[in-house]
């Protein structure tokens, strides 16, 4: 059967595309509005933010044949966007017209003690039977969005599930034909092909109303890291740095070689990773779009790992040999487009950042504002490749220090964080502090928080630097560099509020499972998938 997608062009729609192939069916595009009335299944994978969501529907004048085809109860699966769409409007584009099926609104996040934008795996209570759900064992899903459709604001009748963050909100809606999740099926893995197998197959088998009425959690989330780069041969390969050193003097300086990105990114997916991330390392100097090696690698991933795809590594504006200017806006594109979730931006935010500080002002034009404004904050992640500076007390620096719990090498009692580009080869005069306050200023969702201290040390996370960063924003903070043991897992979820750990070594070198690392933080009593 032909399974109609509606694609406008302004995210991740590869991921869906990805699934719907590997259940098995054939995928038609939208391409003129008649089309909406006459498809059998229709799905709206809304990414980015509303307002371009809504702005590309009008331009192409898909407004009146998507109510017409809601109204008429025909075949319909929004998600995320696409389900936020359905209400008259929402907060994060002020003004701006959605479909009007629910008069209501869709609403931001309170600020509070959790972190937004909302990304992670997270439970749902079903509160009606329902065959969409057929299957389903409670399993958490992925969400990822800033905002939520409040349940006042949802016609009672129209409500299938409920998610707990913060708030309690609407995670999914149906009535007759027509479906819509928060959450993001085609990320969620098995669980989540399932789910949306059952609306493409027009399952029967029902699942049942929620008993349990607890509140819904959302999980820590363990995330595999591959850095890639071409080893002297020319090959992409997944290395690893010592301190950012990733040539291995037992083999005469050789970039260090622990495998395929493909191969290793679809262990890891089996093996039960939250999220994965490829950072590649060389990107400051190379160009993606014209080394083709990371668009082909997120095209072989994304066809088999149903689970949040990261990107870094050159994501910033490059004028190519024959003079033609790319924005990272049309970096970042290309990755989306060939399966990313999220990019990651190293170098280049730190210039945006010290720019921001500078003037003071928000010029539109940095990496980080034009992607947020294309494709929303949960899509812009910064990684930060900071080293310690030790001070012997505060008044010798005017950056932001913390106190050591462990001396350093000649007994400084504290320490500043300062900030790197080009992979730790150039330290600037910005501390962390100052780095991700500018980049949350500038749009950023989320901060990939290395350590070059730390990194492949397996001497455990820095908790200093984490805790001084997630005091400093209210974006999700993931911990990386230094795991060591599953225990270095516990201590920075039972230490630190970090929303998510991320580790390469002990993963690549299989000394550390992920399930491992699960099974060890889960009987801590730490929420994990
Ligand atoms: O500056 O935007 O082109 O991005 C470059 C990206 O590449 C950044 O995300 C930067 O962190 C990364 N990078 C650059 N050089 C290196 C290097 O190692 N020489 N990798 C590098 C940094 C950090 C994590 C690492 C954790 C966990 N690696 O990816 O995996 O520290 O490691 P562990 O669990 O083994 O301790 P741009």
Known sequence: M????????AGNVRSI????????YEIEDVNRPEEILSAEKLVFPGVGSFGIAMEQLRKRGYMEPLRRRIREDKSFLGICIGMQALFSGSEESPGVEGLGIFP????????????????????LRLEKDSPLFGGWKGEKLYFVHSYHAPVAETPAEWILARTDYGCEFVSAVSRGRVSAFQFHPEKCGTPGLNILNNYLSDNETLCLRSEDRMKTRMAKRIIACLDVRSNDAGDLVVTKGDQYDVRDDSTGGAVRNLGKPVTLAQRYFEEGADEITFLNITGFRSFPLKDQPMIDLLKETSKNVFVPLTIGGGIRSFTDSEGKQYTALDVAAAYFRAGADKVSIGSDAVYAAEEYLRTGKKTGTSSIEQIFNVYGAQAVVISVDPRRVCVQSPEETSHHVVELSIPGADGEKYCWYQCTVSGGREGRDLDVVQLVTACEA??????????????????????????????????PVIASSGAGSAQHFVDVFQQTDADAALAAGIFHRREVGIQEVKDTVRRAGVEVR
Do not use: H
Request: net charge positive.
């Open 442 to 475: 500038l749009g950023a969702g989320e901060i990939l928080l290395n350590c070059i201290d730390r990194d492949g040390t397996g001497a455990g996370f820095d908790m200093e630097l984490i805790r001084q960063v997630k005091a400093a924003v209210s974006i």
């Open 17 to 24: 595309r990805n699934a719907i192939l590997r259940l098995g």
């Open 2 to 9: 032909k399974v109609t997608l509606l694609d406008y062009g």
């Open 104 to 123: 209501g609104q869709v609403r931001r996040f309170p600020q509070g003690e959790l972190a937004v934008p909302a990304i992670g795996w997270n439970g």
